[in-house]
């Protein structure tokens, strides 16, 4: 009885010293895969992208009806306020995209959102400035609400609108008033002549403004005229008279309504009247 015992505390201690010793078996380590790196897709451009988009359609019509696919598809950068179709249907009927409307929505450089609020206003590459506003949150550009922004192209960048912005009316440039040409006023001329007679007559009618001219056709004498009264005198030279040498003709304009009475200082004596009226 005591032997088994014995054995038996034996094989107790023979299988509490086997648990102690003996080690777990080892875990087995999964590898963790090694990520494999995304490539964004490559920025397209401007005219690229809003055609891509599905909401531009009457814009890249627009553009391409206007040649400007080319402008807005090169290196140069630019922003785009892009109208929707759905602002185009707003458009009253008849209203044609223009090339100046289409550049009207155009600003040269890259404007992202958080640049934009930061302006007033924006020069546009068609000249007029646009107004830039943020009311309860939301941002204007002129009337038109921006309703998506900095979608990213290769060229610049688009924000989407609600309106299609229609540029100033131009300032008509001021002309200068042209200066009235005067109407030119009729000369009549009184000749005396070689054989002492005058032609067509001493006594004539102009309007006012217009001019007599008496002109001596004699060489061998200087003929005159003088006034016969004090109504005539500063047109006839005085009631002492003027003489007309051969060759230099006395030119006078009549600038008062009336009659004027004169007499020739020549032989035979003769008299004549000038009658201006308005």
């Known amino acids: ?83 929707t179709d759905a602002a185009f249907k707003k458009l009253p009927n008849g209203t044609v995209a223009t090339k100046d409307i289409l550049l009207y929505h155009v600003v040269a450089g890259k404007v992202t959102a958080a640049e934009v609020v930061t302006l007033k206003t924006a020069t546009t590459v ?20 921006v309703i998506a922004t900095d979608i990213m192209t290769n060229n610049g960048v688009i924000h989407v609108i609600d309106t299609v912005l229609i540029p100033p009316a131009p300032v008509p440039t001021a002309t200068a008033t042209p200066t009235p040409t005067p109407t030119p006023q009729p000369t009549k001329t009184i000749t005396f002549t070689r054989d002492m007679t005058i032609m067509p007559s001493t006594s004539l009618s102009i309007p006012v403004g217009g001019k007599i001219i008496w002109k001596n056709d004699d060489p061998l004498k200087p003929h005159g005229i003088a006034a016969i009264d004090a109504q005539g005198a500063k047109y006839f030279g005085g009631l002492t008279g003027v003489q007309i040498p051969y060759g230099k003709p006395l030119e006078v304009t009549f600038d008062t309504v009336g009659t004027f009475e004169y007499k020739t200082t020549f032989q035979p004596e003769t008299t004549g009247k000038i009658t201006v009226t308005k």
């Open 126 to 145: 068609q000249g007029s400035n646009l107004t830039i506003s943020v009311i309860n949150g939301t941002v204007k550009v002129n009337n038109a609400n």
């Open 1 to 83: 009885m005591k032997k088994l015992f014995v054995v038996l505390a034996i094989l107790f201690v023979g299988i509490l010293l086997a648990g102690c010793t003996s080690q777990p078996p080892a875990p087995v380590v999964t590898p963790t895969p090694t990520p494999v790196p995304t490539t964004a897709p490559p920025l397209k451009s401007i005219v690229d992208t809003a055609a891509a988009d599905g909401r531009f359609t009457t814009l890249v019509s627009a553009l391409q009806a206007a040649n400007l696919t080319d402008t807005l598809s090169g290196t140069q950068v630019y922003t785009v306020f892009a109208p």
